[in-house]
């Protein structure tokens, strides 16, 4: 789920810089990207302390 918000971040950032979508849509990917990267380092984290 991470590696598509980011490749959705990075395809939206691309096309914020083409002109062909708001800048407004940048925001929300870099939310969503950023939260799900969060909270995949937040279980990895978990994980290793369980161990």
Do not use: D, E, H, K
């Not at 849509?25 to 302390?49: N, W």
């Amino acid at each position: 789920m991470t590696v598509l918000l980011v490749w959705n971040f990075v395809f939206t950032l691309l096309n914020v810089l083409r002109g062909l979508v708001p800048a407004v849509t940048l925001f929300s990917s870099f939310i969503y990207a950023f939260g799900c990267f969060s909270v995949m380092v937040f279980f990895f984290v978990f994980y290793r302390a369980q161990r």
